[in-house]
C-alpha cells in the first residue's frame, strides 16, 4: 500500500501539470498567444486544479481537502469547455483537441475516485486528520479495496 506524504505524489496532480504544461505551451503560439482572453483563461483553469489539489492536500481537515477538490474538478470542467472554444476558434487541431479533453477526463476521474476515497473515511468532517485511512485497515468497516493509497500530511511525521 502507498502512503502519499506530499501533494506532488498524487496522481490527479500529476496529470493535472501535464495539462498546465500543454496548456501554457500550445497557447504561447501563432494566433492562439494573441487571443489574451481566452488563453489566459485556459491557463488559470489549468493553474487552478494544480493549485486546489495542492492546497486542499495541505489543508488542515479531510473536509477541507474534499472542498478543494471540488474546485479542482470544477476547473477541469471549465478547461473541457474552454477547449472547445480554443478548437471552434481554430488553435487546436482536432487531435490535439481530443488529447486535451482525454487528459481532462483523465483528470477529473482521478480527482472523483480521490473524493469517493476520502468521502468513504470515516467521519471526514473532523479536524486535524493526521493520516488518511485506507479502507483496508483493520480498524475502518467498509468493502476491501486494492491498490488504495494512504495519505500521509508532511508535517505529522
Known amino acids: 500500500m502507498t502512503t502519499i506524504h506530499r501533494f506532488e505524489e498524487i496522481e490527479a496532480w500529476q496529470t493535472a501539470r501535464e495539462l498546465t504544461r500543454a496548456v501554457y505551451s500550445i497557447s504561447q503560439k501563432g494566433a492562439f498567444s494573441r487571443d489574451f ?11 487552478s486544479i494544480m493549485s486546489n489539489i495542492a492546497e486542499g492536500f495541505e489543508s488542515r481537515t479531510s473536509a477541507l481537502f474534499l472542498e478543494f477538490l471540488g474546485r479542482a474538478k470544477g476547473s477541469t470542467g471549465e478547461l473541457r469547455a474552454q477547449f472547445y472554444i480554443a478548437h471552434d476558434a481554430g488553435y487546436l487541431t482536432t487531435g490535439q483537441f481530443e ?16 473524493m469517493a476515497y476520502l468521502k468513504s473515511l470515516p467521519n471526514p468532517k473532523r479536524s486535524n486528520v ?25 508535517n505529522d511525521e
Open 99 to 114: 488529447a486535451l479533453q482525454d487528459k481532462c477526463e483523465k483528470c477529473s476521474s482521478q480527482i472523483s475516485r480521490l
Open 37 to 47: 482572453g481566452l488563453r489566459d483563461q485556459m491557463r488559470r483553469a489549468s493553474v
Open 130 to 154: 493526521p493520516t488518511f485511512k485506507s479502507p483496508d485497515d483493520p480498524d475502518v468497516s467498509g468493502p476491501k479495496r486494492s491498490n488504495v493509497p494512504t495519505f500521509k500530511r508532511s
